[in-house]
């Protein structure tokens, strides 16, 4: 597979899970929606975004939340 149709295919499955966790939703982003034109949707994205960045640290430096937020990441994906 080309760097460029696995990089495409990555954001993809983000993109899915960051649905099944139920991060879309409450902000009011729907699967018809294009984040980089519409600009009345840039505070979701921003929000999506800060969210994102809240969690880098722990993933980078604290292996005991990143343990927890794994088994629950479990139980959820093996969820229907």
């Known amino acids: 597979?080309?760097?460029?149709?696995?990089?495409?295919?990555?954001?993809?499955?983000?993109g899915g899970l960051a649905q099944k966790a139920g991060l879309l939703e409450p902000?009011?982003?729907h699967p018809a929606d294009d984040l980089q034109k519409d600009e009345q949707?840039?505070?979701?994205?921003?929000?999506l975004?800060?969210?994102?960045?809240y969690?880098?640290?722990?993933?980078?430096?604290d292996e005991t939340q990143k343990m927890?937020?794994?088994?629950?990441?479990?139980?959820a994906l093996a969820e229907p």
């Open 55 to 61: 969690l880098s640290d722990p993933l980078y430096h």
């Open 1 to 14: 597979m080309n760097q460029r149709k696995a990089q495409t295919r990555l954001k993809i499955q983000i």
């Open 41 to 47: 949707k840039f505070d979701a994205v921003a929000t």
């Open 68 to 75: 927890l937020w794994r088994e629950r990441g479990k139980k």
């Open 27 to 29: 902000l009011g982003i």
């Open 49 to 53: 975004m800060g969210a994102f960045l």
